[in-house]
């Protein structure tokens, strides 16, 4: 991907099925061109993808598509795979999460 290219996240549409993330993506002086990505609605009724992560969910899909395709990928619609949601929630998992439980340490 180039430097010149600039990636804007322009909002969500919500359908009966999914959450539509669209995004612009400039090449200057190129029009902008637009992307859209989707999440399924059940993805988010069962808790494998959080809303406030959709966006960066999509938009890492998204670079990797333009890194792929030096910018001009072929495609400019693209579905979000139960994989890369589970890849993203296991990378994003904080720390307290991960050692929930961890047994307290005494000071003797």
Known sequence: MSDKVF???VGF???AK???YIFTV???PDEPREFTLTIPNEAFSSHRARFQDAPTICSLRLHTELLTYSNHPPNTHYSITNS???EYR???LTKA???MYTPRQEDY
């Open 13 to 15: 549409e919500v359908n």
């Open 26 to 28: 400039r090449e200057s």
């Open 97 to 99: 999460h991960q050692k």
């Open 7 to 9: 990636v804007q996240y």
């Open 84 to 86: 890369e949601l589970d």
């Open 18 to 20: 999914a959450r539509v």
């Open 90 to 92: 296991a990378a994003h």
